[in-house]
């Protein structure tokens, strides 16, 4: 079945430290994958989004993403994480009409 | 802010009760998405209108249904309502149908059945 998997379910990251959270898919042919991000008591909110070319794709609020098809992976980094970013991150992919989403994982930001 | 307006933001009702879920899509889009996030069993599709008409369900219970009307808002009614169902419901709108359909979504509605 195609789906995305999100391993960690909690990440804690140190205010200005770098992160990275993990997300592996199982998707034929190429896959349609995105990261979406949610703030206590928020909708849902786009971060980036991977198609196909490039596999380093660039998002919002400093974020991006690496596509690597041997890993089967779509891993978000940032490279300095402020308090703000403290939230829910979620991977998702589209099979056809929906997103199929992960567990998804909540990013505790300490001073 | 995504332009995806839902209403009500909250809503307390009993056990085998009825209630109706509305939501507005962004100006222009022609999809509208239900997903039900719980904790048990996190984000799940529920069904996609496209322009009037059903594209695609998910998991969608028989108890639940949804319309797309001309003007493009949509409803989701959720009937004889279990505790089970209590959970966040969110509207998704793009402007197109398809893998690559960029969804935004609304802030959702909080739905608790007692």
């Known amino acids: 079945a195609q789906s995305v998997t999100q391993p960690d379910i909690h990440i804690t990251v140190s205010e200005g430290a770098s992160l990275e959270l993990r997300c592996n898919y199982s998707?034929?042919?190429?896959?349609?994958l995105f990261w979406y991000v949610q703030s206590p008591g928020q909708g849902l909110q786009l971060l980036l989004k991977y198609f196909s070319g490039d596999t380093l794709v660039q998002g919002i609020k400093g974020f991006e993403a690496e596509f690597k098809r041997s890993q089967s992976s779509f891993n978000l980094r940032k490279p300095s994480v402020h308090w703000s970013d403290a939230a829910e991150y979620f991977c998702a992919g589209n099979s056809g009409y929906a997103l199929n989403f992960g567990k998804g994982t909540s990013l505790l930001v300490t001073p | 802010d995504s332009g995806v307006t839902q209403t009500p933001k909250h809503l307390i009702t009993a056990t085998g009760q009825r209630v109706t879920l509305r939501c507005s899509p962004r100006?222009?889009?022609?999809?509208v998405y239900w997903y039900q996030q719980s904790l048990d069993q996190g984000l799940q599709f529920l069904i996609q209108y496209y322009n009037g008409e059903e594209r695609a369900k998910g998991n969608i219970l028989e108890r639940f249904s949804a319309q797309q009307f001309p003007d493009l808002h949509s409803e989701l009614n959720l009937s004889s309502l279990e505790l089970g169902d209590s959970a966040l419901y969110f509207c998704?709108?793009?402007?197109?149908?398809?893998?690559?359909?960029?969804?935004?979504f609304g802030p959702g509605t909080r739905l608790t059945v007692l």
């Open positions: 998707y034929g042919a190429t896959p349609y």
């Open positions: 998704a709108s793009s402007a197109s149908s398809g893998r690559a359909s960029e969804q935004f």
């Open positions: 100006s222009g889009d022609l999809s």
